[in-house]
């Protein structure tokens, strides 16, 4: 079995920060390609960020300079922080593995979500 369990969204206010973690467990490990997904209700779920085994990464264009993933394989964490956060920003955030993960396809795990609200 694949868990993957995120946990840190919240209520922020605009410019604020916020720092996402997500707890894998069972069969994912530090050989699997992980990612931050969003989704607003009524839209697409969109990629944010990729970090791969060897800690490349990729990040969506309008997320460089604010958002940064990371990775802890130790804990078997993976992290996205949040900066200078806008109220385009609120979403619900999605935290994803797989193997052939690529920026045009997900890989096959998701986690349950965690919302993230962006308001003054």
């Known amino acids: 079995q694949a868990q993957l369990v995120e946990s840190g969204g919240g209520l922020v206010r605009p410019g604020g920060s916020l720092r996402l973690a997500c707890a894998a467990s069972?069969?994912?490990?530090?050989?699997?390609?992980m990612a931050w997904y969003r989704q607003v209700p009524g839209k697409q779920r969109e990629l944010l960020s990729i970090?791969?085994?060897?800690?490349?990464?990729y990040y969506k264009d309008s997320v460089k300079g604010r958002f940064t993933i990371s990775r802890d394989n130790t804990e078997n964490m993976v992290y996205l922080q949040l900066k200078s956060l806008k109220p385009e920003d609120t979403a619900t955030y999605y935290c994803?593995?797989?193997?052939?993960?690529?920026?045009?396809?997900?890989?096959?795990?998701w986690g349950q979500g965690t919302q993230v609200t962006v308001s003054s």
């Open positions: 069972g069969i994912i490990d530090d050989s699997y390609i």
């Open positions: 994803n593995a797989g193997l052939l993960t690529t920026p045009r396809r997900p890989g096959q795990y």
């Open positions: 970090i791969w085994p060897d800690d490349s990464i």
